[in-house]
């Protein structure tokens, strides 16, 4: 069930348009920007996310590409802001990184002390790592969420595996399918993040129901749309699959194709247009 609480940010990059007018550039840039809505799903993540970072246990969380991922977590994230008091150590309740491609154990470290707002020292590995795990300490940082988690070396999971070991932090490796190919050659490392949960693609009432609210709360045109009608939700299904990454992108752009040409809503033509393209 879709409910009206927690954030889940959206941020698509459309390309520059050369505006008609003030107005026309205003409403443009609008729809590029980040945008707050709220869907259920999101909640029920957020919620099984508190209960892992109060117990510290290590989890992953697992699904197909553009199904909201790493905006559910950002905005976990985000609801757990940073805790500044004057100049002393901010506490840091939780930790989002996305680290480089074959990531190694000097660059996952360095991706922690980035993320907590500290210098990065130089030297070696050992270095790295001694400095990390002093601020990650120093913070009180309860969860560490590791996006695109495959992107790990296969050595590195141990220093990851440290990390909930050494410092009582809940660690969550966030990826597609293929994090379980990766993590299935280590039986430590399957053994330490068994537990997990999938994050799937919308269907049925919760499909429908998140394009009523993209309609009112993100493209918000001047006439409404109707996109939830029979016809339109059937462009839009076969589209986007149920991908909420793919819905935001389609509808923002037919959104913004409609106003360029003078439309004040979303037409037929206009998202059928759009739809072959992301179909």
Not at 221 to 240: E, K
Not at 257 to 277: C, D, F, P, S, T
């Amino acid at each position: 069930m879709l409910t009206t609480n927690p954030a889940q940010i959206i941020a698509t990059e459309l390309g520059e348009i050369t505006p008609h007018n003030d107005q026309l550039q205003q409403e443009i840039t609008r729809l590029r920007s980040p945008t707050i809505v709220f869907l259920g799903h999101v909640l029920d993540l957020h919620n099984w996310l508190d209960e892992k970072r109060k117990a510290r246990q290590s989890c992953r969380l697992l699904g197909e590409s553009r199904t909201g991922k790493t905006i559910a977590c950002d905005s976990y994230k985000l609801r757990n802001k940073r805790i500044q008091k004057g100049q002393g150590t901010p506490k840091v309740p939780v930790v989002y990184i996305m680290p480089p491609t074959k990531c190694g154990a000097k660059e996952l470290f360095q991706e922690i002390i980035e993320a907590l707002q500290y210098r990065v020292v130089r030297g070696t590995v050992r270095d790295f790592r001694s400095r990390a795990m002093d601020v990650l300490k120093a913070c009180d940082v309860e969860m560490l969420i590791i996006d695109e988690a495959d992107r790990l070396k296969l050595d590195i999971f141990p220093e990851v595996r440290d990390i909930n070991d050494k410092l009582n932090i809940s660690v969550v490796l966030v990826g597609t399918d293929r994090l379980d190919a990766v993590i299935n050659r280590d039986s430590q490392v399957q053994n330490r993040f068994r537990s997990h949960r999938r994050f799937d693609r919308l269907t049925g009432q919760d499909f429908n129901r998140t394009v009523a609210i993209w309609e009112e709360k993100v493209l918000k045109l001047p006439v409404a749309s109707n996109l939830t009608s029979q016809a339109m939700m059937r462009i839009i299904a076969r589209a986007t699959e149920g991908y909420i990454g793919r819905l935001d992108e389609m509808l923002r752009e037919a959104a913004i194709r409609a106003l360029i040409r003078g439309h004040q809503r979303i037409e037929m033509e206009i998202l059928e247009e759009v739809a072959r393209e992301y179909s």
